[in-house]
Structures are given as structure tokens and as C-alpha cells.
């Protein structure tokens, strides 16, 4: 092993036993994430649940799942939570766009604040 890798490997761990400063920059990442985090679950839970809804709809209609649930005519009821859940997962990304946009407004005197603060360093 040379010099430089042991002086690599020496950093890397004095760096794990080091204490972490909190700096601005920190912050604003943490600011940033919280105006988005609330948005991306809606979205993964709702595209998920969409999906789950329309598959439901495409496999009563596809296979013989409504004759094992003892369901006689299974196409329209199946066409009906097919196209609900493909509504739903075309309406979720206005619905993000929507929520995002809100928090964005809520949120930006203090990002910008603290951005201008980092900047002006």
C-alpha cells in the first residue's frame, strides 16, 4: 500500500469520529426537502394505489377472477375500475404539481433568505 492510499484510508476513518459541523448549507437542503417530501409521498401513494385500482379492473375483466368470486358479468364492473383507476393515475401528477407548487410559495421567503445569505459568503 503507498502513501496515498493510507492517506486516504487515515482520512476516511479520522472523518467518521470527526464532529459534523451543521452549516448553512445544510439547512437549505433540509428546507428543500421538506417542501418536497410532502408532495413525492402523495404522489408514490396515490400512482401506487391508482395502479393497483386499474389492475384490479383489468384483471376482473381479463380473467376468470369474477367467476371465482361467484360474479356473473364481470366485464362492466371491470371496465368501471379499470378506467377509475387509470383517472386517477392521470390526474395524480397535476395533483403533485399542485401541492409542490403550494409548498413552494409557503417556503420561498425562507429559502430565498437563506440562499442569499450562502451566496453573499
Do not use: C, H, W
Not at 40 to 55: C, D, K, L, P, R
Not at 105 to 112: C, D, G, L, R, S
Amino acid at each position: 500500500m503507498n502513501r496515498n492510499d493510507q492517506d486516504y484510508l487515515v482520512q476516511k476513518i479520522r472523518t467518521q469520529y470527526t464532529e459534523k459541523r451543521y452549516t448553512e448549507l445544510d439547512a437549505l437542503r433540509e428546507l428543500d426537502a421538506k417542501v418536497k417530501r410532502p408532495a413525492n409521498v402523495f404522489a408514490y401513494v396515490f400512482g401506487s394505489i391508482g395502479a393497483v385500482v386499474m389492475g384490479s379492473g383489468m384483471s376482473l375483466v381479463m380473467t376468470d377472477i369474477g367467476a371465482t368470486l361467484g360474479l356473473a358479468g364481470v366485464m362492466v364492473p371491470g371496465i368501471v375500475i379499470g378506467v377509475a383507476g387509470l383517472a386517477m393515475a392521470l390526474i395524480n401528477y397535476p395533483i403533485y404539481k399542485g401541492i409542490l407548487g403550494n409548498r413552494k410559495k409557503k417556503y420561498a421567503p425562507e429559502i430565498m433568505k437563506l440562499s442569499e445569505s450562502i451566496l453573499n459568503k
